[in-house]
């Protein structure tokens, strides 16, 4: 009686997560619609020529004034890079809904590239790669075979940074699982990973990680990943059903929605014209395609994949790095509970209930010596706020509490400076006025940081020769 009890209450909260969960990226979806749709009734009863005309003769009277002043023109400033999480999106997709919730338009030269939202860190690194540099996204010839997916992809024409190299380094601020994907990317670069291209660690000047996954979450396995593994689902869970829903969206390959959104995986060419009703049948039994082998975002997140991972990572001398650590957690009479109930968002608070009593099963092996389920409590209802302060997994890397920013100036390189903020795990997207001041606050803080304490004084090369 007691073990169908359980199994009972297991599946309501199966079913009430699926719907949270689902009724979200409904919202998420309409929203992005209807601002499309008002946009372009918008765009049908304004003139824009008039506009257009102005703006050309004000950006010709700029260049023009610059050329009598005689001053040469300003340097470029490297761009800041914005890599979304899972699930996340980049520009272009969604109509004009922002990820990073407009954050985008506090600099002038930021970037936010789409990337696969459900493919694994290693293949977001190399799209992330061509992305900005051009050419034909190259998964790698031995990664693709192992994973069975097609070694080639997506074509950009034009990269979106082409002159990408350690004179002209980049600033990541990676959300979530993205500062994976930026740091998996600079160990690529240190590795010379990428076929025709002289690369280096010093290709990128800054990570900053938001509410980041250095370390995994205990949350992948309320999901549905199984704990000691880290590879593989239970037979039922969360994760089943996203599992089946990717694979019929991804199946179907309908080409107008796949460009509104898209999770990633046409390298693994899954579609109907390639598989047939044969392919999805083996897609659906879970035979073939990312969830049978594994090279999907979720096994990186889980505690044992992270530590997986990070075996690979270094933390770089001449590269700068910051962290913010969210929670929404609190002691009372000392026991971990919510901090709040509507501070946190609905998609996220019965998450961090269950992350604060997370104990890890007895017939499980632990993810690492020493590991303590207490540790793990404090979290942002996806993430533990003890694996987003600073790589600490296998090997714990340099770090400095940040508790006022003007105490820590000057920064130095090769050491993570983080701070830890009451917030959950979404606080800072997709919703700016969520945030309130608060949005504009950290932004700032991040864009300032990045232009006006994070820099070289002089570039690799020079500083090489000069201590010969």
Known sequence: MARLSIGILGLTELLVSAAVHLLFGFYIFSTAVASDLSQALTDCFRPSVLNLATGDRDERGKRQAAALDGSPPPL???????????????????????????????DDHVM????????????????????????QVDYGEEHSRNFGHAQLGKIYERGHHPSWDEHHPVHFVGHSAGVQVARVLQQMLAEKAFNGYDTSEDWVLSITSLSGALNGTTRTYYDGMRPGNGRTMKSICLLQLCRIGVTLFDWLDIAWLKNYYNFGFDHFEMGWRKTGVSGLTELLLGNT??????????????????????????TFPNTFYFSYATK???????????????????????????????????????????????????NDGALNTI?????RLPIEHPSLLVVDDSTCFPLQPG?????????????FILNRERAGAQFDLMYDGIFRRCRKHMFRSRTPALASESSR
């Open 76 to 106: 470029p400033q490297p761009p800041i890079v914005l890599v979304h999480g899972i699930f996340g999106f980049g520009k272009g997709k969604l109509g004009g809904l922002s990820y990073f919730a407009g954050a985008e338009k506090k």
């Open 289 to 314: 395609g990312p969830f049978a082998t594994g090279d999907w975002i979720l096994p990186d997140l889980t505690i044992e994949g992270s530590i997986k991972l990070n075996l690979g990572l270094r």
């Open 415 to 427: 050491i993570w400076y983080y701070k830890i903020i009451e917030a959950d795990h979404i606080f």
């Open 328 to 378: 929404r957690t609190r002691k009372m009479f000392g026991l971990t509970v919510p901090s709040t109930i509507l501070g946190i968002h609905p998609l996220l608070f019965l998450r961090v209930l269950q992350m604060c009593r997370w104990r890890f099963p007895r017939n499980a092996s632990l993810p690492y010596k020493g590991y303590r389920d207490e540790d793990w409590e404090d």
């Open 387 to 391: 694996s987003m302060t600073h790589p």
């Open 112 to 135: 936010v590239p789409d990337l696969g939202s459900l493919t694994s860190i290693h293949d977001r690194a190399r799209e992330l790669f061509y992305y900005l540099k051009g050419g």
